[in-house]
């Protein structure tokens, strides 16, 4: 069993995980059609009878969806996704939340991280203790460099290996998003857990997303899942902002070689078929490395270096789809 912080526990007593607080039946009984409607369906019309068929089809399965509600104070959410794990999903999401804020510093920025199985942004944001919960038993982010956090990896030890099922999931998503005394946001990125699951379609369907930030690097099997990824999004109507083409291209430290060990210009391909905007490229350094892992991401550890500029130059690119999508 998972071991839940004090502060988490508190919160389980007054809300408990249960079907009623966010699950939705994926086919109402309301949405089950009469026998008439059924050989409605079953045969196609043709003129003003199958619009007015369609019409009553969609107005059926909007019934049967969660109504989307915004996050209190938050004004524009931000995901950040990737069909496959292993990309440098979460490290590009630190370092946009960060170069968010560092292109513009009157912008409030949060960070919520959905990878409910395997939290990362305790580590790369070097944040460690519990929520503490307001006098309306709301937890309080965790903050660092000034983002407000919010991640599963505050809630449970360190070590220990989240195994539930998806009600279980969705229901903890739904604390992390409603139970948080998030105050006002500018921008909360989301860092998505990898693929095209429950918890991507619960948070979709249930709060209003002004873009998706698709994350891949230039081989062709990262690039199948993160079209899948960019798929996923379009169906629920979310907005797909743009890729990242991350780990682009490696320069030797010593000699400045450039080697392109993942393929090159893969995403960009993919974002010229998919239609949709190439947001920048990341580079594969060390540096990247050595300071999501000591807890020092690299837009605030590095600031002038041309990785960190790198990670700017992708969250000004963000903001200028953002416009082009008016939520």
């Not at 526990?9 to 026998?35: A, D, E």
């Not at 409605?40 to 969806?65: D, N, V, W």
């Not at 794990?85 to 979460?90: F, Y």
């Not at 170069?99 to 991280?113: E, I, R, W, Y």
Request: aromatic residues 4%; positive net charge.
């Amino acid at each position: 069993m998972v071991k839940l912080h004090d502060s988490y526990k508190k919160l389980l007593q007054i809300y408990k995980f249960s079907s009623n607080i966010i699950g939705t039946p994926l086919l109402p009984s309301r949405f089950v059609p009469s026998h008439q409607n059924r050989h409605e369906i079953r045969f196609k019309t043709s003129g003003p009878g199958e619009r007015t068929l369609q019409e009553r089809q969609r107005q059926h399965m909007a019934r049967g969806l969660p109504k989307q509600k915004p996050i209190a104070g938050v004004k524009e959410v931000i995901v950040v996704a990737s069909g496959k794990g292993g990309v440098g999903k979460s490290t590009t999401a630190v370092n946009l939340a960060l170069g968010l804020m560092a292109n513009d510093q009157s912008k409030s920025v949060g960070l919520l991280d959905a990878d409910v199985y395997g939290p990362s942004v305790p580590k790369l944001m070097n944040l460690k203790g519990n929520p503490e919960l307001t006098d309306n038993n709301l937890m309080r982010p965790l903050v660092n460099f000034g983002i407000s956090c919010m991640s599963m990896g505050f809630l449970v030890e360190e070590v220990a290996p989240i195994v539930w099922r998806g009600l279980m999931v969705m229901s903890a998503i739904e604390k992390l998003i409603r139970q948080v005394d998030w105050g006002n946001l500018d921008y909360l990125v989301i860092d998505m857990p990898p693929g095209t699951g429950d918890v991507q379609l619960s948070i979709t369907q249930n709060i209003p997303i002004a873009g998706a930030v698709i994350v891949s690097t230039p081989q062709d099997i990262a690039l199948l899942d993160a079209r899948r990824g960019a798929e996923m999004f379009r169906k629920v109507n979310v907005p797909v902002l743009g890729l990242v083409q991350n780990m682009s291209v490696f320069q030797c430290p010593k000699c400045n070689h450039q080697t392109h060990i993942f393929g090159s210009d893969g995403a960009k391909e993919l974002a010229h078929t998919l239609g949709v905007e190439m947001l920048g490229d990341i580079p594969l350094h060390l540096n990247i490395r050595e300071t999501s892992d000591k807890g020092q991401p690299v837009v605030v550890s590095s600031p002038n270096s041309p990785e960190a500029e790198a990670y700017r130059r992708v969250a000004a690119a963000v903001v200028r789809q953002l416009a082009k999508h008016p939520s």
